[in-house]
Every structure is written in C-alpha cells, then in structure tokens.
C-alpha cells in the first residue's frame, strides 16, 4: 500500500493523525474525530493556527472561554456547506455533540498571529464550479486566501461520479512565485453512496514518485509534491476536503505540459 495513503478507520475516536512529522513535510497538520450525541472533545492549538470544520452534525463549540454557540447542521458533506471555525495560535477550544458529529481539525504553523477567533457559517462561503463536461465538479471555499489566515487554504470539492477532478493534472510544489507556490497538501475522501470508489495518482515529471491509489470513503491521501488528480468511478459522488500551508499562503499552480491542452477545451 502507497505510504501516501491513509485508511479508513471504522467506529468513534481519533480516527486520522497527521502531523508534519509523521508525513514528513514542514507545514500541514490534519485530524479527523468522531463524536456520539453527548460526546465531549478539546484541544489547545499552542503555535499553530487551526480551522476546525463540520464534515457532519451538529455541537457546542467554546473557544477561549467564549461561547460560540450551537455550530453545524449538515448530516452528510453532500448536502449543503459547512460550519467551520477559525482559531489562532494560543487558543483553547471546546466541542460537545448534539447529534453524531464528524470534525476535521486542519492545522499550519502561525506565521504572525494576531487575527481573533471566528466562526465561518455557510453563508460565508463563496462557491464555485470549475470545469466541463466530465471535468465538472463544485468547490466550496472554506478559507480561501482572500480571508484572513497565516497560512492555511481550507476548501472543499464535490466531484460527481464519472467525473475527474484536480484535472488536468496540475501541481504546487515550487516556492517560484509568481508562477507557482509551494503547498503541501491532504485530501480526506467520502462516497456517496459510501461503499463508492475512485482513484487518485501523485506523480512527479521524472517520476520518481509514481503513486496510483484506490480510494475509498474515509481514505486520506498525503501530497508532499508532485500532480495529484483523482477519478470518481460511475454512480458514485466524491467528496474531498482540502487542506493546504507552505511559506507563503497563496494558490499557484503548474499544469502537467502534455494535458494543458485540455484546458482548451
């Protein structure tokens, strides 16, 4: 199995821990928990700057000592957007489940510090499609770099089954701005229905990364460099939260040279 890929794991918990340590790359951090109804979770995000986001269901969130109330709403990432939560570094957070809730905890170095904790609703979400034809998917952007952050681009992708997305294969893996930005980056996948699949390639020009990966519900894949488009397989919807840091927070990316004609397209 690629080392690329993390496995699904089934029930209530902790369920997925990267840090840049484990990953082996400097910036990105992404956990993922499961609460039951009545189930408590807290956390201290210490030097890193954090969004915490409602992959599903609903609960009390606290930050600092401050309520901020009952967040979420959603029971399933294919049905409207998320709440989500932004917190700087040195804070304190809180969660306690109304229903079962599933929560994202995406993490990066705070470069400056300094911005106040803020609650992101739905409606604060810009949305986007991108794409044709059968390159068709619909982006929600969480923490686009036009809002305030020190380094973390949050956004989630709906990719309908049938379709490719993170297509034409592109990449950010160069600190050569304006041309193009160094992100490392994770993907956390879910299936609808979610005995779905697809298929997801992290590949260098030279290919010395060449790593192809059957993906399924609850799968998160690393990408420390290199293309990275993925494939959902017919009759089944693909969901995928982003989460992406480097020295410098914005979003330049290279096509692969011999599928930039697609964009023609």
């Known amino acids: 199995m690629s080392k690329l890929l993390i496995k699904a794991v089934d029930g209530i918990g902790h369920i997925a821990n990267i840090t840049p340590e ?11 928990h499961r609460l039951e109804a009545g189930q408590s979770l807290c956390g201290k995000t210490e030097d890193k700057e954090v969004c915490l986001v409602f992959v599903t269901g609903k609960g009390n969130v606290t930050a600092n000592g401050e309520d901020l109330g009952l967040l979420g709403k959603r029971m399933s990432p294919f049905d409207g957007k998320p709440w989500s939560v932004y917190l700087p570094e040195g804070s304190d957070w809180s969660i306690s489940a109304e229903t079962g809730v599933e929560l994202a905890v995406c993490s990066a170095p705070s470069l400056n510090g300094g911005l106040p904790v803020r609650v992101i609703s739905p409606d604060d979400l810009g949305q986007e499609t991108r794409g044709k034809g059968t390159n068709t998917r619909y982006v929600t952007n969480i923490l686009p770099e036009n809002e305030p952050a020190d380094s973390l681009l949050v956004v989630e992708v709906i990719t309908p089954g049938g379709h490719t997305s993170s297509y034409p294969p592109h990449k950010h893996d160069q600190d050569n701005l304006p041309a193009e930005s160094y992100l490392e980056e994770t993907y956390y996948h879910r299936f609808n229905p979610p ?5 997801q390639r992290v590949y260098t020009d030279d290919r010395s990364l ?30 995928y939260l982003n989460v992406m840091a480097g020295p410098k927070r914005t979003w330049k990316f290279h096509n692969a040279a011999e599928h930039e004609w697609l964009t023609k397209l």
């Open 22 to 32: 484990s990953a082996g790359w400097t910036y990105v951090g992404f956990d993922l």
């Open 195 to 199: 005995q779905g699949f697809g298929f």
């Open 210 to 239: 060449d790593e192809a990966m059957a993906i399924e519900d609850g799968d998160v894949v690393m990408v420390p460099k290199g293309y990275h488009p993925c494939a959902a397989c017919h009759g089944y919807d693909l969901y």
